[in-house]
Each structure stands twice: as C-alpha cells, then as structure tokens.
C-alpha cells in the first residue's frame, strides 16, 4: 500500500527468489514425510516386525527369504497393492482376498529354491539379460561364462549359509536360471501396499527390503533405497545364534548405510527366546560389540509379543481365542506364560499390557519419534533461516526509505544531497566488488588455489588410505570399495562446500565495503539460494560425467564378477581402476568447480549491480513523489508500524529457530 502510494516498487518483487525457496521447504514441512527402511539377516522376522509395527497381519510371515522385490507399505483410502514387474509393466490388485494372495505368493520364494541367493540371481542375472534381449526385440540368452563370473563372485559364495557342497549349490542356482529365464518379464520387481492404516501412519512410508547377504551385502536396488531412507532397521535374531554378527558388521560399513550410520537401528529380535537375565547379559554384549552405534540405537524386542497384543486388543473374548489357538497348535509358549501370570494362580496384573511388556516396542515407537523429530527439526530449521534472511532484508530496506521520507518531509534540499551521496556509495562498492571477487577466483583457481590443492590432496590421501588393506583379506574387495565409494561422498561434499565457500567469500568482500557506507549490504547481497547453486551446477553439468559414472558402478560392475584367477591380480586391477578413475574425477572437479567459480561470479556482480540500480531507481521514486505533507507522515508512520512488526516476527522466528536448533543437535 505504502509502495503503491509514493509509486514505488513493491518490495517482496525483488524478494522472489527468497520468497520460492520458502515455498519450496515449507511445502517439505508439511508433507512431512518419513522412509522407515527394514533389512536384514535370514530367518530374522522382518515381516513380523513389520506386521507388529503396523497392528495388522499385513505381510505372510512364514517366509524365510523374500524375493527381489522391494515392499513398500504406504497409507491410502484402501488397501490395494501394485505390482511392478521385470519388463517394467505394472499391475493393480484391488479385491481384498486377491491383494492378500498376491502378498502370500510374490513375497516368499519357492521352498526349493530357499537356500540359493535368488534376489542376487534375479537382478544381476535375469532382469538384466532379459532387458538386453528385450531392446534387441531377441529372446533371453544367458551365457555360461556370465553365469560362471556370477558363481564366482564373494558375494554369491558367501551367501551359500547353508554349506550346500560346491558342485551342487552352482547347479542349483544353473538349474534356476534355465527354470526361470524365459519368463523374466513376471519377476517382481517392486510390490507397493496400500493400506487405510489412519492418522498414526500419516507420512510414514515403510520399505521392507530383500535380505542380507551372507557378509552383510545388500542389492544395488536396495543400496538406492538405503540412501534416501530416514531411518534404517536391522534385524537379527537374539537366540539360535551368536550375538556377533558378521553380517551387520559389514552391512554397517557398506557404502549407502555408512552415508547416513546415525539413521541406522540394530533391533535384536525374538526377546521373549531368552530369560530376562540372559536379555540384560545380552543387551550389556551388544553395546559392547557394536559401539560404534549410538546405545540408544540399539533395542531388543519381540514382535510377536507386540502382535499379541494388538490383536487382543481388538477382540472382546481374549480367552476364546487363546483356546481357538491352543487348539489348531499355534499358541507360542510365552503368551501361556504371560496369561498365567496374570490370570492364573499367579494372577496379577492385565495380560495385553503384560505382552507389550515382554514385545518391547516402547522403545521401537520413542526412538523413532525422537529420531523423526530431529530430523523434521532440521527442516524447520532451514526454514526459519530463510525466514529470517527476508525479514532482515524487508527491516534494511524499510528503515532507509523510511529515513528518505523523513529527509523529505524535513528538507527535499537535504535530501537530493543524500540520494547523490548514497548513489555515490553504491558506485563505488560496485567498482570495488569487480576487484574484490577477481582477487576471491584468483585464490580458488590455478595450480597454486584451492581447489586444485584440495581435491589433489583427497586422492592422495586415498592412495595412502588404500595403501593399508591387506590384500589377502578377505574383505579386501569390499573395503576398497567402501574407501573409494566414501572417497567419491567426500569429493560430492567437496563440491558443495568449495562452492559455498566461494560466495562466502563475495559476502565477506561486500561486508567489508558496506562496513562505512549509508547502505546495509544486506539490501545488495544477492539473493542465492539452493536453486541459485542448481541452475549453476546444471550449466556446468558436462563435466560431471565422471562422477556420474563412477557412483553408477561402472568401475565395479566391469570387474566385480571377474574370474578370480588370482585374487592379488583382481584386486590390483580393480585399484588401478579406481585411482584412474578418482584422478579423472578429480581433473573433472577441478575443471568444473573452475568453471562454477566464473560461473558464479558473473551472477553475483550481475545481481549485486541490479539490486544497486533498483535502489537507486527508489530513491529517486521518494526525491520525485508528489505527496503531500500529510500523505508524507502517514507513510512514515505506517512503515513504522510495519518495521516494527517484522522486528517482532524477525525476534520470535530467531528464539523458535534457536529452540528447533537444540532439538536437532
């Protein structure tokens, strides 16, 4: 109202930027969305995990392996699934009965193929193969000598727990792939369960994942599921085996789980196997062995305690039902136990909390709601923060007009010697600011800056990092892959933070300027936000290549399934392969940051030198408004009243943004 009055542009037009990105994060808020990813070992119960956490027998519980397909469990109107399958068709089943046999028959494995790794065979074998022979418009071929890399690999090996003799294990998996190859296409690959499950599973999303390999491996379809997930779940069972795991070992260094190890959960299944003084002993180990793990992090439960409970919950006559499961022999012992104690001759207390008791699960629901609110918290967090930043910049900006229409209320005279000072001002930062980003480019670039000092320096330390493995180990494969994945994290990190770094430094150039000048630099400062840094990367995106196609696998997948003929030569090659590779990453960085760095300096002297000329075109709109002195200080007072509301929102977004930041830690 006031801009419009005195002809003035609207202030929030020059904001527009800022103005999406709050958009753009309040819309994430208030999705609030969260991806709870189940793995782990065989024979773990993550269906029943899944289907106590949910309330509902949802998922078919006597599987012992799930197929290749990832499960993802949503909230709907209705309970429906949609299948995906190899050749990319999809397929709705919406009939109850229907959706549940689908469940029964897609999410278990034929018992004669249960002690073979079929969502291994299945991906890298028969997807694939079918996929070439289906771009070809050619029937499935898959040779020998690709099935003999694929029975040589460590993974697929290892995944042999159950000691099958050598000849006979490779043709069964032989034996599979001829079964199975000529209907490919019906592989499911990805099954998604709709479900009414209420307000309680608003945003949450849960990914059931196909099992764990021997030594802890997941699929690649799973490794891009792990990256994106919030949190992540392991199971493993607390009885019938040792506590020391292999398995989760490796699995909490493999590359996708390491990226984000504070949103991984070890949940020791099936407590109620065990006397509560073997589940201290047992708890107390577990923090030992595994202490790389927040303690908080790790929880022993038993799901099918926890789904007692919620099914007793909902029926009137518990008692009926207990004989109803006595008799067709599928009453688990500790629920007789649970009933004795509190109904029988030892009777005290109330069975269905009894059972919550013994499931555990308290601890599943807190943990996860703590860990959800950080990372909800987070968010918020830089939401605020682009709160804020508007509002100092609409304070600045209305405190100087607001001074300009004073100067002009008192003397025009007075005035038009300010306006020509302060354009004065801004002529100079301008000038100044070429000088300054110039001498900020010159530190980053060449062969003396550093960009090139500090990408040089991460491939070294690689090479010395490397330089350790032992190369008989038989983790070797998998931790020079852990070290050059983590290496390729760091260089992304790299990327992002050296880019930063280079509009920092402008901003602290600019600072510097504006320290004795009339104009905040808070009203010159270009308004850079995410997308700002997008459209950049995206114009400098050629070359990225490299680390594209290194973070695909291709280094990897060439010689992952190379005929072990001699393990110190395979693992030399694929080194040799991964330094190569780190070094072209590294000249690509170089080259592109570099050229990021022009990039971004022509933008910020391009909208430092706008936001300039605006502000000059302002101030002469108040040197040449016709109003009169009444309309003068109806302004001044209604800018005042404004400046002061902002300060207001600006000091309680501040104290809300402080309060999320303690939340978040």
């Known amino acids: 109202m006031n801009a419009e009055r005195a002809g003035m542009p609207n202030p929030l037009e020059r904001l527009g930027s800022l103005l999406l990105d709050i958009r753009n994060k309040a819309e994430k808020v208030r999705d609030d969305r969260f991806n709870l990813m189940i793995a782990g ?14 309330g509902i027998e949802l998922l078919p ?3 012992k392996q799930c ?27 919406k009939e109850n009965s229907s959706a549940k046999q689908f469940l029964k028959d897609n999410a278990a494995l034929d018992d004669k193929y249960r002690d073979i790794p079929v969502p291994t065979i299945n991906s890298e074998i028969l997807v694939k193969s079918g996929l070439r022979a289906h771009a070809k418009g050619a029937n499935i071929s898959v040779s020998k000598r690709e099935v003999e890399d694929l029975l040589n690999a460590p993974e697929v090996q290892e995944a042999n727990i159950h000691n099958i003799p050598t000849d006979e294990y490779k043709k069964k998996i032989w034996d599979y792939i001829q079964e199975k190859k000529n209907n490919w296409q019906n592989i499911v690959t990805k099954i998604e369960v709709m479900f009414p499950f209420g307000d309680e599973m608003r945003g949450i999303e849960i990914i059931d994942s196909p099992g764990v390999c021997a030594h802890g491996g997941v699929a690649e379809i799973t490794s891009k599921y792990i990256e994106s997930a919030d949190a992540i779940i392991f199971l493993k069972p607390v009885s019938g085996q040792a506590l020391e795991s292999t398995q989760f070992n490796q699995f909490m260094r ?29 708890e107390s180990e577990a923090h030992k062995q595994f202490n790389s793990l927040d303690h908080r992090n790790i929880i022993l439960v038993d799901s099918k305690a926890e789904l007692y409970a919620k099914k007793f919950s909902a029926i009137d006559d518990i008692e009926a039902e207990l004989r109803r499961l006595n008799e067709t022999e599928t009453l688990d012992d500790f629920v007789v136990k649970a009933y004795t104690e509190t109904n029988g001759i030892f009777g005290k207390g109330d069975l269905i909390t009894k059972l919550q008791e013994m499931s555990r699960f308290e601890q599943i629901y807190n943990s996860l709601e703590v860990f959800g609110r950080k990372a909800h918290y987070i968010l918020l967090g830089s939401l605020l923060d682009s709160i804020c930043k508007i ?18 209320g008192e003397d025009p005279n007075e005035l038009a010697k300010k306006i020509a000072n302060i354009k004065g001002e801004l002529d100079v930062i301008n000038n100044k600011m070429y000088k300054g980003v110039d001498a900020v480019v010159r530190r980053f670039r060449g062969d003396e800056g550093v960009i090139y000092k500090t990408a040089n320096q991460a491939v070294l330390d690689f090479k010395t990092q490397v330089s350790s493995i032992s190369e008989d180990s038989s983790e070797s494969f998998s931790e020079l892959e852990r070290k050059a994945i983590e290496k390729i994290d760091e260089f992304k990190q790299l990327t992002k933070s050296l880019q930063e770094d280079v509009v920092s430094e402008f901003d602290k150039e600019l600072i510097s300027l504006s320290d004795n000048s009339t104009i905040p630099f808070e009203l010159l400062m ?3 936000t995410e997308k700002t840094f997008d459209e950049i990367r995206e114009s400098t995106k050629s070359k990225a290549e490299e680390t594209k196609s290194y973070e695909d696998g291709v280094t990897f997948k060439k010689t992952k399934y190379y005929s072990e003929y001699s393990k110190k030569r395979h693992y030399t090659i694929i080194k040799e392969n991964i330094i190569s590779r780190l070094d072209e990453i590294r000249n690509a960085l170089i080259d592109n940051l570099g050229e990021f760095t022009e990039n971004i300096r022509s933008r910020y002297i391009q909208e430092l030198s706008e936001n300039a ?26 800018l005042t009243i404004l400046i002061k509301c902002i300060s207001s929102a600006n000091s309680d977004a501040a104290k809300i943004q402080g309060g999320i930041a303690k939340n978040a830690q």
Do not use: C, H
Request: proline share 2%.
């Open 391 to 408: 509002y100092t910049k609409l304070w600045n900006d209305l405190n100087l007009q607001v001074d300009m229409f004073r100067q002009k």
């Open 61 to 63: 519980t006597d599987v």
């Open 67 to 93: 197929t290749s397909a990832i499960i993802e469990i949503k909230n709907g109107e209705e309970f429906y699934v949609r299948a995906t399958y190899a050749n990319g068709r999809k397929e709705e089943i």
């Open 41 to 54: 070992e065989s024979k773990s119960g993550k269906s029943t995990f899944i289907n106590a956490y949910l």
């Open 613 to 638: 000329d605006n502000k000059k075109k302002e101030l002469d709109i108040i040197m040449e408004a016709k109003i009169t002195a009444e309309q003068n200080k109806k302004i001044i007072k209604e």
């Open 526 to 528: 270009p308004d850079f």
């Open 254 to 282: 493999n590359t996708s789980v390491a990226r984000n190890k504070n949103a991984l959960f070890l949940v020791l299944t099936r407590a109620t196997n065990v006397t509560p003084n073997d589940l201290r002993r047992l």
